[in-house]
C-alpha cells in the first residue's frame, strides 16, 4: 500500500512538471519557450549601462559626377599613331593638350587636296577663256552668215530681170545660205551648251578640293584633343592591342605614345577629382542611426596606412534589389562626400567606412550575438532558473559588435548561443531562432 501510494505522487508530481512546461510554451507573447539548459554548456552575457559612440561599418566605393572620354578622332583611312599623351594621374587644366596622334597622313593629303584646288582653278580659268574665243569666233562667223544670206536676198531681188537660170540660180544661192546660218546657229547653242559644261565640271573639282582641304584641315586640328574640364588624367586599357577582342578578368596594358590605335577608340578620360564621393549601403538597422552631416572615418584599400575624412551628403530610400533577396531588399544607399581632394584617389576604389552617430548615454547595451529572430522579431533568450526564456526586443542601433536595445532590463542575463539548438545538438524545428546580428548559431 505504502509503495502505491509513493508511486501515485511521484506521477502527479511528473504530470505537473510536464503541464507547465505546456503551458509555458503555449504564450507566443514577450516571453516564451522555455527552454532548459540541462548539461549543455551556454555562454552567456550580462546585459549592461553604457555610454557609447554609435558607429555604422559599411564599405563603399569612389566615383565622381563629371568625367570626360578622350577618344581618338573618328577618321578613315588607317590606325592612328600617338605622338603625345598626358601621364596618369597627372592634373590637367581645360584647355591643356592631353593628346595627340601623327598628322603626317592628313597633312599630306592636304597638300594634295591644294594641288587638286590649284588645278581645277586653272581649268575654270582655261574653261572660261575657250569659251570667250569660242563665243568671239561664232560671233564672227554668224555675221558673216548673215550677211550672205542678206546678199543671196538682194540677188534673188533681181530676178525680174534675169533669166530663168539665172533666178533659179540665185534662189538655190539664197537657200544654201539659210540652211548654213541655220547651222552655224546651233553649232553656237552646241558650243555654248559644251562650254558651260566644261566650266561646270572645273568648278565642281574646285568645290570637292575644297571640301577635301576642310576635311584635311579640320583632321589635322582634331589630332589635338584638349582637356574639356579640370581633373586627373586616367588612362584606359589598350584594346587595340588585343584587336578588339576582350574577356573578363583579362588585363589590358595602358595606352602608351607610339601606340597605333583605331580611329573612335576610348583612349583615356578626364575626371573631376574635385567632387569625389562615396557610395555605399547600410542595413535597415544602421539606416535608423545615420543622418546628414555626421561625420565619416574613411580608409581607402589602395592607400594602406592613409586616412581620410568626410561627411554624410545623403542617406536615401531602399533599393531596388531581387524580389527573393531579403538583404538586398533592406539595404539603403548612402553618399559620402570627402572632405578634400586628393590626387591619388580614382573612382572605383574600395573604402571602408565608419560613420560616427549619435553619443548615447546610459544606453542598454549587450552582445550582438545574443540576438537572434524569431517568426520576423528581435528576440534574446534571458536566464531563468534552470533554463532560457524567449523575449522580444527592440534593437535601436549596432556598433562596434554591440546592439543598443529596448525591452530588457539591465543585468539580465542572456545566451550567447541559441539554447534550443545547443541542446539538441542541431537544429530540427523549422521555426526555431535563428542569428539575427551575425552571432554565432
Not at 532548459?36 to 553604457?50: N, W
Not at 523575449?391 to 535601436?396: A, Y
Not at 542541431?426 to 535563428?434: F, L, M, N, R, V
Given at each position: 500500500?505504502?509503495?502505491?501510494?509513493?508511486?501515485?505522487?511521484?506521477?502527479?508530481?511528473?504530470?505537473?512538471?510536464?503541464?507547465?512546461?505546456?503551458?509555458?510554451?503555449?504564450?507566443?507573447?514577450?516571453?516564451?519557450?522555455?527552454?532548459?539548459?540541462?548539461?549543455?554548456?551556454?555562454?552567456?552575457?550580462?546585459?549592461?549601462?553604457?555610454?557609447?559612440?554609435?558607429?555604422?561599418?559599411?564599405?563603399?566605393?569612389?566615383?565622381?559626377?563629371?568625367?570626360?572620354?578622350?577618344?581618338?578622332?573618328?577618321?578613315?583611312?588607317?590606325?592612328?599613331?600617338?605622338?603625345?599623351?598626358?601621364?596618369?594621374?597627372?592634373?590637367?587644366?581645360s584647355?591643356d593638350?592631353?593628346l595627340?596622334?601623327?598628322?603626317?597622313?592628313?597633312e599630306?593629303?592636304?597638300?594634295?587636296?591644294?594641288?587638286?584646288?590649284?588645278?581645277?582653278?586653272?581649268?575654270?580659268v582655261?574653261?572660261k577663256?575657250?569659251?570667250?574665243?569660242?563665243?568671239?569666233?561664232?560671233?564672227?562667223?554668224?555675221?558673216?552668215?548673215?550677211?550672205?544670206?542678206?546678199?543671196?536676198?538682194?540677188?534673188?531681188?533681181?530676178?525680174?530681170?534675169?533669166?530663168?537660170?539665172?533666178?533659179?540660180?540665185?534662189?538655190?544661192?539664197?537657200?544654201?545660205?539659210?540652211?548654213?546660218?541655220?547651222?552655224?546657229?546651233?553649232?553656237?547653242?552646241?558650243?555654248?551648251?559644251?562650254?558651260?559644261?566644261?566650266?561646270?565640271?572645273?568648278?565642281?573639282?574646285?568645290?570637292?578640293?575644297?571640301?577635301?582641304?576642310?576635311?584635311?584641315?579640320?583632321n589635322?586640328?582634331?589630332?589635338?584633343?584638349?582637356?574639356?574640364?579640370?581633373?586627373?588624367?586616367?588612362?584606359?586599357?589598350?584594346?587595340?592591342?588585343?584587336?578588339?577582342?576582350?574577356?573578363?578578368?583579362?588585363?589590358?596594358?595602358?595606352y602608351?605614345?607610339?601606340?597605333?590605335?583605331?580611329?573612335?577608340?576610348?583612349?583615356?578620360?578626364?575626371?573631376?577629382?574635385?567632387?569625389?564621393?562615396?557610395?555605399?549601403?547600410?542595413?535597415?538597422?544602421?539606416?535608423?542611426?545615420?543622418?546628414?552631416?555626421?561625420?565619416?572615418?574613411?580608409?581607402?584599400?589602395?592607400?594602406?596606412?592613409?586616412?581620410?575624412t568626410?561627411?554624410?551628403?545623403?542617406?536615401?530610400?531602399?533599393?531596388?534589389?531581387?524580389?527573393?533577396?531579403?538583404?538586398?531588399?533592406?539595404?539603403?544607399?548612402?553618399?559620402?562626400?570627402?572632405?578634400?581632394?586628393?590626387?591619388?584617389?580614382?573612382?572605383?576604389?574600395?573604402?571602408?567606412l565608419?560613420?560616427?552617430?549619435?553619443?548615447?548615454?546610459?544606453?542598454?547595451?549587450?552582445?550582438?550575438?545574443?540576438?537572434?529572430?524569431?517568426?520576423?522579431?528581435?528576440?534574446?533568450?534571458?536566464?531563468?532558473?534552470?533554463?532560457?526564456?524567449m523575449?522580444?526586443?527592440?534593437?535601436?542601433a549596432?556598433?562596434?559588435?554591440?546592439?543598443?536595445?529596448?525591452?530588457?532590463?539591465?543585468?539580465?542575463?542572456?545566451?550567447?548561443?541559441n539554447?534550443?539548438?545547443?541542446?539538441?545538438?542541431?537544429?530540427?524545428?523549422?521555426?526555431?531562432?535563428?542569428?539575427?546580428?551575425?552571432?554565432?548559431?
Open positions: 500500500m505504502r509503495n502505491k501510494k509513493l508511486l501515485l505522487k511521484n506521477t502527479r508530481t511528473h504530470a505537473a512538471f510536464f503541464l507547465a512546461l505546456a503551458l509555458g510554451g503555449s504564450g507566443v507573447a514577450c516571453r516564451q519557450t522555455t527552454v532548459l539548459a540541462g548539461d549543455a554548456e551556454i555562454p552567456t552575457a550580462t546585459v549592461k549601462e553604457v555610454d557609447l559612440q554609435i558607429k555604422v561599418f559599411t564599405k563603399g566605393a569612389l566615383h565622381t559626377e563629371q568625367s570626360r572620354v578622350i577618344s581618338a578622332p573618328p577618321i578613315a583611312g588607317g590606325t592612328l599613331q600617338i605622338i603625345q599623351l598626358a601621364a596618369a594621374g597627372a592634373q590637367v587644366h584647355g593638350v592631353v595627340e596622334f601623327d598628322p603626317s597622313q592628313q599630306y593629303n592636304l597638300a594634295q587636296n591644294r594641288s587638286d584646288l590649284e588645278q581645277a582653278d586653272q581649268e575654270i582655261k574653261a577663256a575657250d569659251a570667250a574665243v569660242q563665243t568671239a569666233e561664232d560671233q564672227t562667223a554668224l555675221l558673216k552668215a548673215k550677211y550672205a544670206v542678206r546678199k543671196a536676198e538682194l540677188e534673188v531681188s533681181k530676178n525680174e530681170i534675169l533669166s530663168n537660170i539665172d533666178g533659179q540660180k540665185n534662189l538655190l544661192a539664197l537657200d544654201e545660205a539659210k540652211r548654213a546660218l541655220t547651222q552655224l546657229e546651233q553649232d553656237i547653242r552646241s558650243h555654248s551648251a559644251s562650254n558651260e559644261a566644261a566650266l561646270a565640271i572645273s568648278q565642281e573639282k574646285h568645290h570637292k578640293a575644297r571640301l577635301a582641304m576642310d576635311r584635311a584641315e579640320q589635322i586640328k582634331n589630332m589635338r584633343k584638349t582637356s574639356p574640364i579640370d581633373g586627373l588624367m586616367v588612362i584606359h586599357g589598350n584594346r587595340d592591342s588585343t584587336g578588339g577582342f576582350f574577356m573578363d578578368g583579362m588585363t589590358l596594358p595602358d602608351h605614345v607610339g601606340d597605333q590605335v583605331n580611329p573612335g577608340s576610348s583612349i583615356a578620360e578626364v575626371i573631376d577629382n574635385s567632387q569625389l564621393e562615396i557610395s555605399a549601403q547600410v542595413g535597415e538597422t544602421d539606416r535608423t542611426n545615420l543622418k546628414t552631416g555626421q561625420s565619416v572615418e574613411i580608409k581607402i584599400d589602395a592607400l594602406p596606412g592613409e586616412s581620410f568626410g561627411k554624410v551628403r545623403t542617406v536615401g530610400g531602399a533599393t531596388a534589389g531581387e524580389f527573393w533577396d531579403d538583404n538586398s531588399r533592406h539595404k539603403f544607399d548612402v553618399a559620402v562626400q570627402l572632405d578634400r581632394a586628393d590626387p591619388r584617389l580614382r573612382p572605383g576604389f574600395e573604402a571602408r565608419s560613420i560616427l552617430g549619435d553619443h548615447l548615454t546610459h544606453a542598454v547595451s549587450l552582445p550582438a550575438e545574443a540576438i537572434f529572430e524569431h517568426d520576423g522579431k528581435k528576440i534574446v533568450y534571458c536566464e531563468r532558473g534552470r533554463g532560457f526564456e523575449q522580444e526586443v527592440k534593437v535601436r549596432l556598433s562596434e559588435g554591440r546592439a543598443i536595445l529596448d525591452g530588457i532590463p539591465v543585468g539580465t542575463v542572456v545566451a550567447l548561443v539554447p534550443e539548438k545547443k541542446h539538441a545538438g542541431k537544429a530540427k524545428d523549422g521555426g526555431s531562432a535563428t542569428p539575427s546580428l551575425g552571432g554565432p548559431s
